[in-house]
């Protein structure tokens, strides 16, 4: 499911498929969760997709 609210514009910071985390960052530290990374172009909010492993990691995401 696609959270258009995080939804950010294509062409941000000159990039051709602007890329934004689909969903919450993890809120424990150290815990590794599957999530979904979605490029808006051509007219559509998600685009393209691909998936990744992020860490909450005092603060930063990794």
């Known amino acids: ?9 294509v062409r941000k910071c000159s ?5 934004w985390l689909n969903g919450e960052h ?8 599957g999530k979904e990374v979605c490029f808006h172009g051509l007219l559509n909010c998600c685009y393209w997709t691909v ?3 992020v860490r909450e990691c ?4 990794v």
Not at 15 to 19: A, C, F, I, Q, Y
Not at 26 to 33: E, K, L, N, R
Not at 58 to 61: L, M, P, R, S, T
């Open 51 to 53: 998936q990744i492993r």
């Open 15 to 19: 990039s051709n498929l602007t890329g």
């Open 26 to 33: 993890p809120t424990f530290v150290d815990s590794i969760v």
């Open 1 to 9: 499911m696609v959270d258009n609210y995080n939804c950010i514009p």
């Open 58 to 61: 005092q603060g930063y995401y």
